[in-house]
């Protein structure tokens, strides 16, 4: 038999709605910080199967025995069905008890017993344990989920537990005794927890599978097993008597006839989440007080046990239990059941508890308060009480669970829906904002949208500008690659550059290195790693001579370069006159340091020297 998880929750499938955090009575189900999904922690898992019920997306799904019972009757040993007495309430579209019967055989089972002769087995141990009370009260143990509880949850009532086996126990001993220790059984119920009290089995009491209603209906419907194929087939003995009522609460006080009278009684029976919680809880704080046993079901006795078909009706299968247990009493061989009881009277029907405390340490009062303060529920008047919707009985205890990891503050409706409205305001006051944000981001747009439309227009304008110069103009990158260049500068540089214009107006992209002797471009290479300047450089380029002005536009990324051809006449004649004006500055500086030795001598030189540009001027006029 596995020993996987019992239950298990399918992110792909889950919907984040926490219903199953909220429901589990233990808090066995935890909700990961990062991804937010809720995951099962399965040693705090009692097995109710109340998440497994509360899950409307059917993102939680519980241990399959369908292979396991499918492998044991294929195995070639004999296998025997024993099936809860909740059977007849579940199978109420099958009108007759022997029809499932016979359904169950074809299978593959070699023999089909009630769990009826079991509880009728314990029901006697109890009413023996109850009726020599020495003063000690005990909680009955026919419930898997309400003994998973105490063990976990109230270690220190575990000694007050009946040490009684359970009905399915017990029948898996009387079938061994009967047909023969090597048989293998397999039971079938309402109940999943079973499935994990199956794993504690051993011996002739082992349970090798247990499968639940709703498993039993999907093997009907793989084998194509249907009522009207079939005859009727009576359960294999030995039959139960009153342990058919076994399904509701009190059935197995009735089995034997336990006292349950109100004044004269001394157990109390209750069902349910709610009053399990509550009964083991008083049982533990008030039972000198209340002075009486207990017998505990999770859910609602047997009848709507999370293993049925869910969306069943409560009453109705209280009724279909009740009318065939009738049925069966009807003619019942009473003599030949208490042979059948007296013959099992050798078995052992006690067991004993294993101590698995889960419990989780109380958080500082420091940490509970700041929990609080962070749900805003701080008020001490606030903290006693509570709506209950996060499924804890105040906000107290919320807080805890929170400080223990076990419950997230999205549990709590009133918080979550404040930090809702919170975030509805917040959303409005941003969806005002992000509107002006959106019209200002318009309106920057429009003006974007003109500045670069006039952008391009003087860009236009510079560019004919720059085409109408006589100097030729470029402008290269890092890399010496060519931004921008005029007819001017293709022009001095000759057929070859005009030759790549034709293919690349303006020369765009085009490589400088590839037009310009080394020498040439050098200097824009030092301009850009040096980031300055170098002005008025006269160059060899041919058998001409350029005047080469080259400046850092943006630094080390982009520069610009100023080519005047010297041969063309308006730049020689330029040149000669700026040049002439350089000489008389440089020997003006001269004349000056010597006129205190010279004294009349420098006025001569000026003279000379304006007489000369003034004769060059007059002849150029010409």
């Given at each position: 038999m596995t020993n996987s998880p019992l239950f298990e929750i399918h992110p792909e499938t889950?919907?984040?709605?926490?219903?199953?955090?909220?429901?589990?009575?233990?808090?066995?189900?935890?909700?990961?910080?990062i991804t937010e999904f809720p995951s099962i922690i399965p040693e705090r898992c009692i097995g109710c199967g109340s998440c497994y019920l509360a899950c409307s997306p059917a993102a939680i799904t519980y241990r399959s025995s369908i292979s396991e019972t499918k492998q044991l009757i294929a195995s070639g040993s004999k296998v025997a069905a024993i099936c809860d007495p909740a059977i007849s309430g579940e199978f109420h579209d099958i009108t007759d008890y022997r029809k499932f019967v016979q359904m169950i055989r074809n299978l593959g089972f070699a023999y089909v017993t009630e769990v009826s002769f079991g509880v009728d087995l314990v029901a006697i141990e109890y009413r023996e344990l109850l009726e020599g009370f020495k003063g000690k009260y005990h909680i009955m143990a026919n419930c898997p989920a309400v003994v998973f509880f105490i063990e976990k949850y109230y270690p220190e009532l575990i000694s007050n537990l009946a040490p009684i086996v359970s009905p399915m126990i017990a029948t898996a001993r009387v079938v061994r005794k009967r047909y023969g220790q090597d048989i293998k059984v397999v039971a079938i119920g309402p109940c999943i927890a079973a499935k994990d009290e199956a794993l504690r089995s051993e011996g002739d009491g082992k349970i090798d599978a247990v499968l639940t209603f709703a498993e039993l209906r999907r093997l009907f419907d793989e084998f194509n097993i249907r009522?009207?194929?079939?005859?009727?087939?009576?359960?294999?003995?030995?039959?139960?008597?009153?342990?058919?009522?076994?399904?509701?609460?009190?059935?197995?006080?009735?089995?034997?006839?336990?006292?349950?009278?109100?004044?004269?009684?001394?157990?109390?029976?209750?069902?349910?989440?709610?009053?399990?919680?509550?009964?083991?809880?008083?049982?533990?704080?008030?039972?000198?007080?209340?002075?009486?046993?207990?017998?505990?079901?999770?859910?609602?006795?047997?009848?709507?046990?999370?293993?049925?078909s869910q969306c069943g009706e409560k009453?109705?299968?209280?009724?279909?239990?009740?009318?065939?247990?009738?049925?069966?009493?009807?003619?019942?061989?009473?003599?030949?059941?208490?042979?059948?009881?007296?013959?099992?009277?050798?078995l052992d029907l006690g067991r004993s508890y294993v101590t698995d405390d889960q419990r989780l340490p109380l958080p500082t009062d420091e940490k509970i308060e700041e929990v609080l303060n962070m749900i805003n529920r701080q008020d001490q008047k606030d903290n006693e009480i509570g709506c209950e919707s996060c499924g804890y009985p105040n906000c107290r205890e919320f807080a805890i669970a929170i400080a223990q990891g076990l419950a997230t503050t999205d549990m709590c409706h009133i918080f979550s829906g404040r930090n809702r409205q919170e975030y509805i305001r917040t959303l409005r006051t941003?969806?005002?904002?992000?509107?002006?944000?959106?019209?200002?981001?318009?309106?920057?747009?429009?003006?974007?949208?003109?500045?670069?439309?006039?952008?391009?227009?003087?860009?236009?304008?510079?560019?004919?500008?720059?085409?109408?110069?006589?100097?030729?103009?470029?402008?290269?990158?890092?890399?010496?690659?060519?931004?921008?260049?005029?007819?001017?500068?293709?022009?001095?540089?000759?057929?070859?550059?005009?030759m790549v214009d034709e293919v690349i107006p303006g020369l765009e992209g085009a490589d400088l290195k590839s037009l310009l002797p080394i020498h040439f471009y050098k200097i824009f290479s030092y301009v850009l790693s040096a980031d300055e300047s170098v002005e008025r450089k006269d160059v060899q380029y041919g058998e001409g001579m350029l005047n080469v002005s080259v400046f850092p536009l943006r630094s080390k990324k982009f520069v610009g370069g100023i080519i005047r051809d010297m041969f063309l006449p308006e730049v020689y004649k330029e040149q000669i006159i700026t040049r002439m004006?350089?000489?008389?500055?440089?020997?003006?500086?001269?004349?000056?340091?010597?006129?205190?030795?010279?004294?009349?001598?420098?006025?001569?030189?000026?003279?000379?020297?304006?007489?000369?540009?003034?004769?060059?001027?007059?002849q150029n006029k010409k």
């Open positions: 889950c919907i984040k709605c926490y219903s199953c955090v909220r429901i589990c009575p233990v808090k066995a189900i935890k909700v990961d910080v009522e009207s194929h079939l005859e009727f087939s009576e359960f294999d003995p030995p039959l139960g008597n009153k342990g058919s009522l076994y399904p509701i609460s009190n059935g197995i006080l009735q089995a034997v006839d336990i006292n349950e009278n109100l004044l004269s009684g001394n157990i109390i029976t209750t069902e349910g989440r709610n009053n399990m919680l509550n009964a083991v809880k008083e049982f533990d704080t008030r039972i000198d007080l209340i002075r009486r046993h207990f017998n505990i079901f999770y859910n609602d006795g047997c009848l709507m046990g999370p293993g049925t009453f109705l299968r209280h009724t279909l239990v009740t009318d065939y247990a009738n049925k069966r009493l009807t003619d019942f061989d009473l003599e030949a059941w208490q042979k059948e009881i007296d013959s099992c009277k050798v941003t969806n005002e904002k992000l509107a002006k944000t959106q019209e200002a981001l318009r309106i920057s747009e429009e003006n974007a949208k003109h500045e670069k439309e006039s952008q391009v227009e003087n860009s236009a304008l510079i560019s004919s500008m720059l085409q109408q110069l006589v100097s030729g103009v470029v402008i290269v990158d890092e890399n010496l690659r060519i931004l921008h260049a005029n007819k001017a500068f293709i022009r001095i540089l000759g057929e070859e550059a005009a004006k350089e000489v008389i500055d440089q020997n003006f500086d001269t004349v000056q340091k010597i006129a205190f030795l010279l004294g009349e001598g420098a006025a001569k030189s000026e003279q000379m020297l304006n007489a000369i540009i003034e004769s060059h001027k007059s």
